[in-house]
């Protein structure tokens, strides 16, 4: 597996997550019931009735999906996959059950640390595309990598 | 249960969550296992030689348990927590295993829709602290809320 330090990253890279994870009805559900207890996430019927017209995830599935996607991606930076924040998140369209979910990432940006210079920071867009190609999250968030190690 | 229309709403209001949630250590180890499976979630050895400089719950983990914290929270929008998107999120230090965890909220901005009069906009900043009042996540969302209905 190879790991990309610092020097490795450079804006317009972009990195495809190889797997894809399938949003089953049920743990829309239950993870609802742990963390995002509100009814158009629990039950079909009031689902209808709500804003979202249908069970949808929590916003924070799709949040913790997307990061298993990463997990698992091809977006290696030494030292891990550790973000500092997001100036930029949102939900374009629901997450429905059944859903095939997969995650692209687009390096924006790329800072070495004045004070620090075994590491810096990388900006990077990060795309959860649903099975039809349609986003249902983009973010861009600031990542910490390490420099290559100098011997 | 009092539920808040978009005319309820003004900048400056704070509410409180009433409960708090404890991280444990078992849920940081099975969350990080499905969502975050980085070895600083998982691995005690490993997270005391990483930058957490030991155990640390995933950041999404930090994220799902503040919605739940929200949705016991005083903020009742009419319609429910429904979150358009985020302009910032950060995590400013660790949620280490026994962390108790509540969340404040600051409501920043009203807006009316110009093309919707029966909903609105709020932009709100949500805090979410550690037992030592110590901000682990800040965040800028902005949710959907219903106007007051007319009769």
Do not use: C
Request: glycine residues 8%; proline residues 5%.
């Amino acid at each position: 597996m190879k790991v990309h330090y610092l020097e490795d990253f450079e804006a317009g890279q972009r990195f495809e997550g190889a797997s894809r994870i399938v949003i089953e009805r049920d743990r829309i559900k239950s993870f609802a019931a742990e963390f995002d207890p509100q009814l158009f996430h629990l039950d079909e019927r009031a689902a209808g009735d709500s804003i979202f017209g249908g069970l949808a995830a929590s916003g924070w599935h799709t949040a913790a999906v997307t990061m298993r996607l990463l997990v698992d991606s091809d977006l290696k930076p030494a030292g891990g996959i550790i973000g500092l924040g997001f100036e930029e998140s949102r939900w374009p369209r629901p997450v429905r059950p059944g859903d095939e979910l997969r995650v692209q990432s687009e390096v924006l940006e790329v800072r070495a640390s004045k004070s620090r210079p075994d590491q810096g920071l990388i900006r990077v867009r990060f795309t959860t595309l649903n099975q039809n190609n349609e986003a249902v999250q983009v973010s861009v968030g600031t990542l910490i990598v390490r420099s290559r190690p100098t011997k």
